[in-house]
């Protein structure tokens, strides 16, 4: 094991560079550029972990005991780096993307707004590189906290609301997973992750187990969106459009489901899952949150709430993938983690740019705007199918994955939901193609394409949904990391 | 040699500046301030030494005169006194510090006698932590009860009214206590906790026991606001002058708390506590009860002190449900508790003593967010304050929270570890709607723009005090495993 600084320097440069953005209130462009630096330098720490764990290795930090015998300690293996690669990388985008929504739309409160952004990335990355629970509780509660500011950042009435549901659904999971955790202390001493799980040697009773993984599941299944459990993410679509596309569509519940692999892989453990039947709960909750949350999006005309209810159903195909219990099953739910990243976050950019550009928010008026913003509705197309799941985009690869996953553990139910489910996302996603490109549009003529400090990530971020759907391991080797990452769970599980 | 003496020179560097103050005071009224800082930072740093050397050397027993109990009268300084001594008293000097601007309006003229009361409350809040004499920390009590209705009593109009209350209801429970120490006298026949601890196995079975037990712990109940005892403490908090809460909240119910420990852990031990009826448990609701009611409560209000108090109300819960564990997670979570505590609501307090200075009032529905440019540090503190007091990590007030729910774990007690968890989420409702208040815009008052303001920050005699306490509380939550590693050491079974 090797011992380095790497990930506690990935984890600070965006918290540190707080300091310097609130000093440069004044003076917008020295402000952004700190952003930018701190996105490039974090985006480089993290990728220098990469090759180590493409070989399997971690970097572990041991810092200073949180409490007698809880270390506050990171570790950055290859399920970690991998995470923190997706989210680091896709806040380079979102950040130059930020800056043209922010003051396009003319956002009040700019300083807090970038400053809230650098503490969520921190949290988001501490949380991928959390070693045991009480350092993810640490950065999970962060997150939440760093989160607040950017959901209620237009300080309406609706803004002040969901964050008030954000609030208290967060808060609520956090102390569930306190409990959860201070409950896998008693019983077996230990908190660290481990492949293989850290109750798979504490043979508790049935119930005992059933009730602790119902607490963790409500713990981390709200910011994964989990039904019945998602209420504040479609309110959370509040926000300003950049916050819903990292936050929301990456990083916050992105590490709900990170959390929720955690859980099952590394602190139940895949057998014990299996044993005690706990991932068929995951099963039929994934499943049914898939199927309902995509009739639910039919029903949005806000072109955020769709995306934002699109968003809850693919969180749980992540979930579904876990729940399987096969190794492919666990690759086609890690690679989706990366596929719906690049997707949505393309879709929201897209969504954003039509509010700054047009001042259009929902999807009845949007008849007609392909003509005026190609660029950016042709990147709405990509995204769009590839989470309906059409080749070639990456989209498919994961959800063909997953599928290979289910009929490798004999289950035909899963493979079910996600065909009707991806009929259903073509269907409320096609409407929106539709009226873009075939409908006459009105009071268009005065409007071009929006900024190109928007135009060009969204394009970037759809152009890198095509190549990863076509070459899985063209960047990086993420087809083959998340194998890798998948297998260890069911190795070290083997007796 | 000044390390056998310690345990007498905390107490007496109290008596001395609480005759120093008036004396200087009758010449010089504007000293008595500084002389008040002066000496409690010279107790401060005599309990810091004290704290430093009992790590090293252990505990002390000072016999006043030479002469051993049981003809004499001893002070006893060892883990749990030594602690509880050195949380007051830095509390106390941060609050003297901050008391510089607010005394000229809330107390005007009586500066001298407002000074030397507040050290002989000190002194008696000291007396009882040390001695290690039962009827000796009944002098000690009435001196702290006294000048603390008294400091009560000096301030808005209401408040002689809520001091007399207190004074009433505060020296019924005096009186109990003193009771059950004359029953336990006429079993045992000594006054020392020491001795006594050591004949109880032999005695305990007797009713008169029982009954002395019962009675220490409802007289000291009534001082540590124990639901359902409570009922003196929310009107003398919100109407004393914000210098005497910011001294007595976060002090006087903490020391009340030390006596049950004391009673409790150290002189009864849990078995005999628990012998004839499970009083550690209903003592344990009781507190359980208090955490939610007061939470409830606090919710309630809108003046902010007066929501300070039910907090402190239910916060004691939290202290008293960790002693009602008897185990040494419980034990290290309700003492991490009095630290944090005392610092949280000392900061809190200070806060609303600031605001009181500045805005005239303290009052939560006339907050706006200006205050967030008037006041960018006060309200940074209060911002820190608070995510302590809701309980998130890495802030202190998360660790005497995680203790306590592993201290319940290990009973299997589910019905405290679910009240621990409830109790935060009534914390942070009464919390962020402060925080929503001072941080943002308020649609629901028609307001579209945000407020514009000119700074108008407090001093820096308020400012550092509560900057650095709201700092401690980073530093403590990472310095935990520490303070707990000490606390569990000092866990006596």
Known sequence: MDLSLVPLLAILVSLVVVVPIMLSSAKPNLREFWTILAAVIKFGLVLTLLPGAMRGESVQLHLVDLAPGIPLALNADPFGVYFAVIASGLWIFTSFYSIGYVRGAGEIKQTRYFASFAVCLSATIGIAFSANLITFLLFYEMLTVATYPLVIHNEKKEAIDAGRKYIAFTLTAGLLLVAASALVYHYTGTLDFTPGGILSDADLPHTAMLLLFILFLGAVGVKAGIMPIHGWLPAAMAAPTPVSALLHAVAVVKSGVFAITRVVGYVFGVDVMGDYGLNDILIVLAGFTIIVASLIAFAQDNLKRRLAYSTVGHLSYIVLGVALLTPTGMTGGIMHIAAHATMKITLFFCAGAIYVNLHRTEISNLDGIAKVMPWTMGAFVIGSMGLAGIPPINGFFSKWTLALGSLEGDMIFPVIILVVSGILNVGYFFPIIYRAYFKPGKGLEKYGEASPLMVVPIMVTAILSVLFGLFPNLFFGFYDLAVDISLSLFNSAAP | ?493
């Open chain 2, 1 to 493: 040699m000044i390390e056998s003496h310690l345990p007498a020179y905390i107490a007496l560097t109290f008596v001395l500046f609480s005759v120093v103050i008036p004396a200087f005071g009758l010449w010089r009224k504007e000293l008595s301030q500084p002389l008040a800082v002066l000496g409690s930072g010279i107790a401060a740093g005599f309990s810091i030494y004290g704290f430093i050397n009992y790590l090293n050397e252990g505990s002390i027993r000072y016999f006043f005169g030479g002469w051993e109990p049981p003809v004499g009268i001893e002070f006893v300084y060892d883990g749990l006194s030594g602690f509880f001594v050195l949380v007051i008293n830095v509390v106390a000097f941060f609050v003297m510090i901050h008391s510089h601007n607010l005394q000229k309006v809330e107390f005007p003229g009586k500066e001298m006698p407002y000074y030397a009361l507040a050290m002989l409350m000190m002194l008696g809040f000291n007396g009882m932590i040390l001695t290690g004499d039962l009827f000796n920390l009944y002098v000690f009590l009435e001196i702290a009860s006294l000048s603390g209705y008294a400091l009560i009593a000096i301030g808005e109009k209401q408040a002689p009214y809520a001091a007399f209350r207190y004074l009433i209801i505060g020296t019924a429970g005096g009186t109990l206590y003193l009771l059950g120490v004359g029953f336990m006298y006429t079993i045992t026949g000594t006054l020392n906790i020491i001795d006594m601890a050591a004949m109880l196995p032999m005695l305990f079975e007797s009713n008169a026991t029982f009954a002395a037990l019962i009675l220490m712990i409802v007289g000291i109940g009534v001082k540590a606001a124990l639901f359902p005892m409570h009922g003196w403490l929310p009107d003398s908090y919100t109407y004393a002058a914000s210098t005497s809460t910011a001294l007595i909240a976060p002090i006087g119910t903490k020391v009340a708390a030390y006596i049950l420990f004391r009673i409790i852990l150290w002189m009864f031990g849990i078995e005999i506590t628990d012998a004839i009826a499970p009083l550690s448990y209903i003592v344990g609701v009781l507190a359980c009860i208090g955490i939610l009611y007061g939470s409830i409560m606090a919710i309630a209000q809108t003046e902010m002190k007066r929501m300070l108090a039910y907090s402190s109300i239910s916060q004691i819960g939290y202290i008293i449900m960790g002693l009602s564990l008897a185990n040494p997670w419980g034990f290290a979570g309700a003492l991490l508790h009095v630290l944090n505590h005392a610092i949280m609501k000392a900061c809190l307090f200070m806060i609303s003593g600031q605001l009181r200075l500045k805005e005239g009032h303290s009052d939560i529905s006339r907050f706006d967010d200006s205050y967030r440019i008037k006041y960018p540090w006060t309200m940074a503190s209060f911002s820190i304050a608070a995510i302590s007091m809701i309980g998130l990590p890495p802030l202190a007030g998360f660790f005497s929270k995680w203790y306590l729910a592993l201290g319940t774990i290990d009973n299997s007690n589910w019905l405290f570890l679910g009240v621990i968890l409830l109790s935060s989420l009534l914390n942070a409702v009464y919390f962020f709607r402060v925080l929503e208040k001072v941080y943002m815009m308020n649609p629901e008052k028609g307001q579209k723009e945000p407020a514009v303001a000119e700074r108008n920050e407090a001093s820096a005699s308020m400012l550092w005090p509560t900057g650095i306490l709201a700092v401690s509380l980073i530093v403590i939550g990472f310095a935990n495993a520490i303070i707990v590693g000490i606390l569990l050491n000092i866990f006596p079974m």
